[in-house]
């Protein structure tokens, strides 16, 4: 069945009713999936494909170049976890960090989606001893495809709003 359902109204069927809601729920759990990738794995696990690995499409790219140039515009999923995860990557300076997903906006048109997830991160770093945590808040836009194994992420972009660096005591 394909049909185009962007929120629930009275005019559908039981049936489109109930498929909108369980598409919301595993788009939802997506979400939560990506934030467990990045927070269960710490203190040198980098094992962030366990979750994504269910999370994203085999070919699926990011945009995180809001985050940090260029660079990383379009790159394929898994060599984000590099980026991130690789000795001198973005996260190899932290002691911890959370990652909170916010409930997402999403508009389903048959077997393909859109997305947008309110994030709010927490970062704990040192620098010479000193420490302090970074917060950053923004969005990210999902496009997602129905397959076969459930949805996933066929290319993820990061929105910034804000982010803040301040000292601990």
Do not use: C
Not at 5 to 27: H, M, N, P
Not at 45 to 63: R, S
Not at 81 to 87: L, N, T
């Amino acid at each position: 069945m394909t049909h185009s359902i962007t929120k629930l109204s009275a005019g559908q069927s039981l049936e489109q009713r109930l498929q909108y809601v369980s598409d919301r729920v595993e788009i939802q759990d997506l979400m939560v999936r990506y934030a467990l990738g990045q927070d269960l794995h710490q203190s040198g696990d980098n094992d962030v494909l366990e979750q994504w690995g269910t999370v994203f499409a085999a070919e699926a790219t990011v945009d995180y170049s809001a985050a940090g140039g260029p660079a990383l515009r379009d790159i394929p999923y898994r060599t984000l976890v590099d980026v991130m995860r690789g000795a001198d990557g973005s996260m190899s300076g932290l002691l911890k960090w959370q990652h909170f997903q916010g409930y997402s906006t999403v508009d389903i048109d048959g077997d393909a989606a859109l997305a947008r997830t309110q994030h709010l991160h927490s970062h704990q770093g040192s620098t010479d001893g000193r420490g302090w945590n970074l917060i950053q808040t923004g969005f990210f836009v999902d496009r997602l495809e129905r397959r076969p194994e459930g949805w996933r992420i066929v290319h993820r972009a990061l929105e910034i709003i804000w982010m803040d660096t301040f000292g601990t005591a």
